[in-house]
């Protein structure tokens, strides 16, 4: 079963910025869509954007411009840059493949956003 191992977060003040990495054990990423993905306290979890395999990205309109997903498929690693960060962004960040049916969810990375 793939385990996706994501890292990078922390504590950061606002206008600050952060790398996240994603990692998968068993699996290659480098020929699906990856997506990040965040979940805040009391909130459900939501889509931050994609990257497709030959690196065509979307990002929701809440990131568009601060956030960018980049791949290295020889690395079989997946970032999201984080710019300009607010504190709305303060959740748990996770990476998954949506193809491979969601079925499993690493332990995600806290990004804290706080004066």
């Known amino acids: 079963q793939v385990q996706f191992v994501e890292s990078g977060g922390g504590l950061v003040t606002p206008g600050g910025s952060l790398r996240l990495s994603c990692a998968a054990s068993?699996?290659?990423?480098?020929?699906?869509?990856v997506g990040w993905y965040r979940q805040a306290p009391g909130l459900e979890r939501e889509l931050v954007g994609t990257?497709?395999?030959?690196?065509?990205?979307y990002y929701v309109d809440s990131v568009k411009g601060r956030f960018t997903i980049s791949r290295d498929n020889v690395k079989n690693v997946v970032y999201l840059q984080m710019n300009s960060l607010k504190p709305e962004d303060t959740a748990v960040y996770f990476c998954?493949?949506?193809?491979?049916?969601?079925?499993?969810w690493g332990q995600g990375t806290q990004v804290i956003v706080s004066s």
């Open positions: 998954n493949v949506p193809s491979w049916g969601f079925s499993s």
């Open positions: 990257i497709t395999s030959v690196g065509s990205t």
């Open positions: 068993g699996r290659r990423l480098g020929l699906y869509v």
